[in-house]
């Protein structure tokens, strides 16, 4: 019953800025953790950042830490991504994920959102 909406993607230059949203649907918003994966050309899907579901903890990949930052908002059912000093190998369908804990993100998926990041 949870759907998961992304927007926010699109196509910029190295060293923009992107802010992605995912809007959860439905009243258990605050009952799941929410999780930010990607997936690029030829590669797998790879985590991304994940945030908790009081939002206390956030975890986030080495390729990104201190560049990205996830965040929530309960009043809007929404997770966010703020991608900062974006790189060419930033780019890849970004996927908003759902699940019980920051480990566990598979139990719902969004649609998934193209970035591209030139340079």
């Known amino acids: 019953q949870v759907q998961l909406v992304e927007s926010g993607g699109g196509l910029v230059q190295a060293g923009d800025s992107l802010r992605l949203s995912c809007a959860a649907s439905?009243?258990?918003?605050?009952?799941?953790?929410m999780g930010w994966f990607r997936q690029a050309p030829g590669k797998e899907r790879e985590f991304v950042a994940a945030?908790?579901?009081?939002?206390?903890?956030?975890n986030y990949a080495d390729s990104v830490k201190g560049r990205f930052t996830v965040s929530r908002d309960y009043a809007e059912n929404t997770v966010y991504l703020q991608m900062d000093s974006l790189k060419p190998e930033d780019t890849a369908v970004y996927y908003c994920?759902?699940?019980?804990?920051?480990?566990?993100?598979?139990?719902?998926w969004g649609q998934g959102t193209q970035v591209t990041v030139s340079s």
């Open positions: 945030i908790s579901r009081l939002g206390r903890v956030r």
């Open positions: 994920a759902a699940g019980t804990d920051t480990g566990h993100l598979n139990d719902y």
């Open positions: 439905g009243r258990t918003f605050i009952n799941y953790a």
